[in-house]
């Protein structure tokens, strides 16, 4: 059904929101730790900072954790990251491989024919655990064969993590589609070693119109859960939904929130540490080179454009051509024993 093995990162080769300003023992946030993928390797990077604002790679824009060595696929694509209530650290990505052809690694443009089950299909996710952020169980979980009735899957995208208060349990969620059918948000309960769905996917979020919708970020703000999403609706942007529970009854708003001109997917949201402000990330996919784009708001009503990587305040020291990221708050400690595993110089500045 899965397969799980254990991961310590030296060996390969050498990618949420957690709104509160502690951890569980009481330890004080004090930086940021961004996972995001590049489209020449399909492999899981990861980026430090400790202002929010600039990011600097920690293996100098290698990746950290080969595609090749935990996919199916022989690659991943959309890594998301989220710390539990635990602490500890979960990433999830879609298991995917869309330039496997080129690369030799398949003899077929898709894993399965295209006309039948469209592009880039796939079967499932991997999914990781770790309380160190250096060593890392991994599994694979492949939803036709978790579930009866879902042979016919045509894709499994962008899975991202939450907590559920009321279940106790960890809740992914993420972009599914039966064949070459229109893409949709779903939603699974895991269970504690985050190797195993509990729940059949289950319908998350409705779009108003019979047109794809995928990458939704789920993120619990002066309790209520907003949503941010991107709908193939014209050019696909950034719109959200906002709930009082984590899994239904979202209120549709039809604005767009973000300000491209160009097509833009897989927002995520992340707070300023000790300030009521947060940033909206997203991945501005139809420019080259790839880039980011990023909004800041204190209200989540009005947004504020503070522009893309190297091109305004926010900054990515030692990377380029990033995708579908994702940022969550360290410890002080978490932040200097990552960079000091990864022998990277950490520069905090003086208080």
């Keep these: 059904m899965y397969r799980k093995i254990l991961i310590v990162v030296f060996c390969l080769f050498t990618a949420g929101v957690y709104a509160q300003s502690v951890n569980g023992s009481g330890n004080k946030m004090s930086a940021y730790l961004m996972t995001y993928f590049k489209d020449s390797d399909h492999s899981l990077h990861m980026a430090l900072s400790t202002d929010g604002l600039t990011f600097t790679d920690i293996n100098q824009g290698k990746a950290i954790i080969a595609g090749d060595s935990i996919a199916i696929q022989q690659g991943i694509r959309d890594p998301h990251i989220y710390r539990g209530p635990d602490d500890n650290f979960y990433v ?6 869309i330039f496997a052809q080129r690369e030799g690694l398949r003899e077929t443009e898709w894993q399965r024919q295209g006309d039948k089950y469209g592009w880039g299909n796939n079967k499932g996710f991997v999914l990781m655990k770790s309380s160190d952020l250096i060593n890392w169980s991994i599994a694979n979980v492949n939803i036709a064969e978790e579930f009866d009735g879902y042979d016919e899957v045509g894709a499994a995208w962008a899975p991202q993590t939450i907590y559920d208060e009321a279940e106790e349990k960890l809740m992914l969620y993420y972009t599914m589609r039966n064949k070459n059918d229109l893409n949709k948000l779903y939603y699974s309960y895991v269970n504690e070693d985050f190797d195993q769905l509990l729940t059949e996917p289950k319908l998350l979020f409705s779009y108003p119109k019979n047109i794809s919708y995928i990458d939704a970020d789920i993120s619990m703000i ?23 529970k984590i899994n239904t009854d979202w209120e549709y708003d039809e604005k767009w929130y973000d300000t491209e001109k160009e097509a833009s997917e897989a927002p995520n949201v992340w707070k300023i540490i000790g300030e009521d402000r947060w940033i909206l990330m997203y991945d501005i996919y139809g420019i080259q080179p790839h880039d980011f784009g990023f909004l800041e708001t204190t209200d989540f009503k009005n947004f504020k454009d503070i522009g893309h990587f190297n091109g305004g305040v926010m900054k990515a020291t030692n990377f380029s051509s990033p995708k579908h990221g994702a940022v969550i708050h360290l410890t002080k400690n978490e932040a200097d024993r990552l960079a000091k595993y990864w022998d990277f110089q950490l520069k905090w500045k003086e208080k």
């Design 222 to 244: 002066d309790d209520q859960y907003h949503m941010f999403y991107t709908p193939h609706d014209g050019t696909p942007g950034i719109k959200q939904a906002t709930s009082a």
């Design 92 to 97: 999830a990505m879609t298991d995917l491989h």
